[in-house]
C-alpha cells in the first residue's frame, strides 16, 4: 500500500538535503506548464525550501490555451514568476535552417522543449538557482519526454514516483484539485499523453508497479516503448581507452 505522507515527507526532506548539498541558499527554478507535474513539483519545492526560494517560469508559444491553469499554480503557491514567450525563438531557429533540409514532425514539436530548457538554464544562472526536473517515473518509463528538453534537470524529485502516487502527493500538499486532475496534454501535438500513448497511466502504473496487465497488446506496446527509450535514462555512451 502506498502511503503518500509518508513519501511526500521523504521526499520533502530529500529536497532539503540536496539543496544544502548541492547549493545552500540556491533557489528552485522550474518551467510551469499548468499539468500536473510541475504543479506538484512546485509545490513540493515551497514546502521544502519555502515560497521565496522556488521561481517559476512560464514559457508559452505564442498562445497556450490553458496559460490560466499556469497562473492558478502561482498564485496558490504565492511564488516569484516569469513569463518568457519562446516563439520567437521557435520561429528563429526554424527560419534559420537551410531550405534543403526537411526537418521531420518530431523535430519540429520537440524544439520548443529544448528551446525551454535553455531558457530554464538561463533564468536558473542568473537567479542563483538549480533546475527542477518534473518527470515522473510512468513517463520515463515509456520514454514520454524530450530529451534535453523536459527529461533533465539539477535534480529530480518525481522520477521514482508514478503519476498515481504524485497524484495523491499533490492531493496532500493542497494543490488545486483542477491542477491535479487536469488530463494530461503532451504540448506539443495537442493530443493527450494516453491518446498518445495508446493505454491510460493506471494501467502503466499497475504494470509498473505490479507487472500484471490484462490486455496482452497494451503489455507488448508498453514493453516496446520501455526498451526502446532506455538510452533516455542512461548516461551518454563515453569511449574508454584502454591505456
Not at 25 to 35: E, F, P, Q
Not at 102 to 112: A, C, E, H, V
Given at each position: 500500500m502506498f502511503d503518500a505522507r509518508k513519501v511526500k515527507d521523504q521526499c520533502v526532506e530529500w529536497i532539503r538535503r540536496f539543496f544544502e548539498e548541492n547549493g545552500p541558499?540556491?533557489?528552485?527554478?522550474?518551467?510551469?506548464?499548468?499539468?500536473k507535474d510541475s504543479s506538484i513539483a512546485a509545490a513540493l519545492c515551497v514546502e521544502a525550501l519555502g515560497r521565496d526560494?522556488?521561481?517559476g517560469v512560464l514559457m508559452p508559444q505564442g498562445e497556450q490555451h490553458d496559460i490560466d491553469m499556469a497562473h492558478l499554480l502561482v498564485d496558490h503557491l504565492g511564488i516569484k514568476h516569469y513569463v518568457v514567450n519562446v516563439k520567437d525563438a521557435v520561429d528563429a531557429v526554424l527560419n534559420s535552417l537551410p531550405e534543403?533540409?526537411?526537418?521531420?514532425?518530431?523535430?519540429?514539436?520537440?524544439?520548443?522543449?529544448?528551446?525551454r530548457m535553455s531558457t530554464l538554464y538561463a533564468i536558473s544562472q542568473s537567479c542563483n538557482g538549480r533546475v527542477v526536473n518534473t518527470c515522473n517515473l510512468?513517463?520515463?518509463w515509456v520514454g514520454y519526454s524530450t530529451r534535453y528538453g523536459d527529461s533533465v534537470g539539477d535534480f529530480s524529485p518525481m522520477s521514482n514516483l508514478t503519476v498515481t502516487e504524485i497524484k495523491e502527493i499533490g492531493r496532500l500538499l493542497g494543490v488545486p484539485a483542477v491542477l491535479v486532475d487536469k488530463t494530461p496534454i503532451d504540448g506539443l501535438c495537442g493530443k493527450s499523453d494516453e491518446e498518445n500513448l495508446g493505454f491510460t497511466y493506471a494501467e502503466l502504473d499497475v504494470y509498473i508497479r505490479t507487472g500484471v496487465i490484462e490486455d496482452e497488446n497494451k503489455k507488448a506496446l508498453i514493453d516496446k516503448k520501455h526498451k526502446a527509450n532506455l538510452f533516455k535514462l542512461e548516461l551518454m555512451p563515453s569511449f574508454k581507452p584502454e591505456i
Open positions: 541558499g540556491c533557489n528552485a527554478v522550474l518551467g510551469i506548464s499548468g499539468g526560494r522556488v521561481i534543403e533540409l526537411q526537418l521531420t514532425s518530431q523535430s519540429i514539436q520537440n524544439l520548443p522543449p529544448r528551446i510512468s513517463e520515463d
